[in-house]
């Protein structure tokens, strides 16, 4: 990133516990604040784990305010302070709500910094922290923002003109909903269901078109299980961790095209008919469980959930005379095959 010029840059402390605000004056030099941008720029867009956002129909406050903060309006301290006091409105009321369970929303400050790159203008609002630091000279306590510490939310908007589309990222872990739906007012571009029936299909595709090729059907199976896996046990939908599977498996076939797959995984980053973060709908998870082995002719291997332990029952058989296939550890298909050979 570069050519960035500050335009605008505000911070405001607030204070959960004594539901108060304080506009703090931040020293800092103009080259350490366009690098900290800079920075958390190249963070936000770097990460793959990004889902698509919208601003909800009609007027809202955040969307309305962001005109009067891009033409610096008279005004602007008020328009500032008025989209922290609606944060702090919306955080004290999910710290009642998630006090219950043990926990607290995170204590931090709301930033806004409204930069130019070239003609494009662009605006940050973020959820930081801020420090209180001793003057060696007064011995007063100065407060300001931590440019070595990341943000706990980032909210990066690119406005549109001539010559780009409007354009909206956020930079959440948590994907906290008082910080997208309550405080920013959007709403995300694909729901839930849409993502996990999409995003599954395409990473099981690609898996499937190897392994129903000859010698590469166990490889297949295992790593399809994980993934199936990972969509069955987690909550929330992360890309990164589904590519560290992928990147961490160890083919028992040398010939498994493991490589093949990863440089697909790595394409699907920039899929734009999925999020790359998003909650994971169980009942469309079920739709792509069963897989079906072949073994022979009329004789096939169904696999209809989910299997923890598919490594330690299915494992690669190779015989001593040059035959191949698997071994099914297994107390009930051993039982079955005794009883029927009596």
């Given at each position: 990133m570069s050519n960035i010029d500050i335009k605008l840059l505000s911070l405001h402390q607030l204070d959960v516990s004594s539901n108060s605000i304080e506009k703090i004056s931040i020293d800092v030099e103009k080259e350490t604040i366009i690098k900290y941008v800079d920075a958390l720029i190249d963070e936000i867009l770097e990460n793959p784990n990004k889902r698509l956002y919208k601003f909800k129909e009609g007027k809202t406050e955040v969307k309305n305010?962001?005109?009067?903060?891009?033409?610096?309006?008279?005004?602007?301290?008020?328009?500032?302070?008025?989209?922290?006091?609606?944060?702090?409105?919306?955080?004290v009321a999910t710290d009642k709500k998630i006090q219950k369970l043990g926990v607290k929303v995170q204590r931090g400050s709301l930033l806004h910094i409204h930069f130019k790159q070239g003609k494009s203008d662009n605006l940050l609002i973020c959820k930081v922290e801020h420090d209180e630091i001793i003057n060696e000279k007064s011995f007063e306590l100065n407060r300001g923002l931590n440019t070595k510490k990341k943000v706990f939310k980032a909210f990066l908007y690119y406005?549109?003109?001539?010559?780009?589309?409007?354009?909206?990222y956020l930079n959440d872990?948590?994907?906290?909903?008082y910080w997208w739906s309550d405080f920013l007012e959007l709403?995300?571009?694909?729901?839930?269901?849409a993502n996990t029936e999409k995003s599954l299909?395409?990473?099981?595709?690609?898996?499937?078109?190897?392994?129903?090729?000859?010698?590469?059907?166990?490889?297949?199976?295992?790593?399809r299980n994980s993934?199936?896996?990972?969509?069955?046990?987690?909550?929330?939908?992360?890309?990164?961790?589904v590519y560290d599977i992928v990147n961490n498996y160890q083919p028992f076939n040398p010939k498994f095209p493991l490589t093949n797959i990863i440089s697909k995984f790595d394409k699907l980053k920039d899929d734009k008919s999925f999020d790359n973060q998003f909650s994971i709908i169980q009942k469309k998870v079920d739709k792509r469980i069963v897989n079906t082995i072949p073994l022979g002719k009329g004789l096939y291997l169904k696999i209809d959930k989910h299997v923890p332990n598919l490594t330690e029952i299915i494992k690669p058989?190779?015989?001593?005379?040059?035959?191949?296939g698997i071994t099914i550890i297994s107390d009930?298909?051993?039982?079955?095959?005794k009883v029927k050979n009596k």
């Open positions: 305010s962001i005109p009067d903060i891009i033409s610096n309006f008279d005004d602007i301290e008020n328009v500032l302070l008025t989209n922290a006091k609606r944060l702090l409105e919306k955080e406005l549109g003109n001539d010559i780009r589309n409007e354009e909206i872990k948590n994907n906290s909903k709403e995300q571009v694909n729901t839930n269901d299909d395409k990473l099981v595709k690609i898996i499937d078109k190897e392994k129903n090729k000859e010698g590469l059907a166990l490889d297949g199976t295992l790593l993934i199936v896996g990972y969509f069955k046990t987690k909550k929330e939908f992360n890309f990164t961790e058989y190779e015989g001593i005379d040059g035959k191949f009930q298909a051993y039982n079955f095959i």
